[in-house]
Nanobody, 124 residues
Framework: QVQLVESGGGLVQAGGSLRLSCAAS????????MGWFRQAPGKEREFVAA????????YYSDSVNGRFTISRSNVKNTVYLQMNSLKPEDTAVYSC?????????????????WGQGTQVTVSS
């Protein structure tokens, strides 16, 4: 069992930056692929980024590639999402998720545990 708690969301102007954190409970954090997803009102949940168990391999959606950076600390049991050059279309609830390796990291079905989410609002 893994419990995930996100933090760091808020209101920011377009072009600004935010850093999201997701703290995980349990000593098995290092065994999980970690992902970030987002969901805007009236839209489907969307993959944002993912990182392998050892932090070596990262994955990004086309919409955030080059602007967002995912990282993790297996000492602090935390995964991060650094978001730069934010746009109004990045406005959404951002959730982190944990899943075993060898599943499809770009789909929500690849993850077993989810946080509650944190709101990110980008004003124009």
């Amino acid at each position: 069992q893994v419990q995930l708690v996100e933090s760091g969301g808020g209101l920011v102007q377009a072009g600004g930056s935010l850093r999201l954190s997701c703290a995980a409970s349990g000593h098995t954090f290092r065994n999980y692929v970690m992902g970030w997803f987002r969901q805007a009102p009236g839209k489907e949940r969307e993959f944002v980024a993912a990182i392998s168990e050892n932090g070596i391999t990262t994955y990004y959606s086309d919409s955030v590639n080059g602007r967002f950076t995912i990282s993790r600390s297996n000492v602090k049991n935390t995964v991060y999402l650094q978001m730069n050059s934010l746009k109004p279309e990045d406005t959404a609830v951002y959730s982190c998720a944990a899943g075993p390796p060898f599943r499809n990291t770009r789909y929500y079905t690849g993850y077993d545990y989810w946080g509650q989410g944190t709101q990110v609002t980008v004003s124009s």
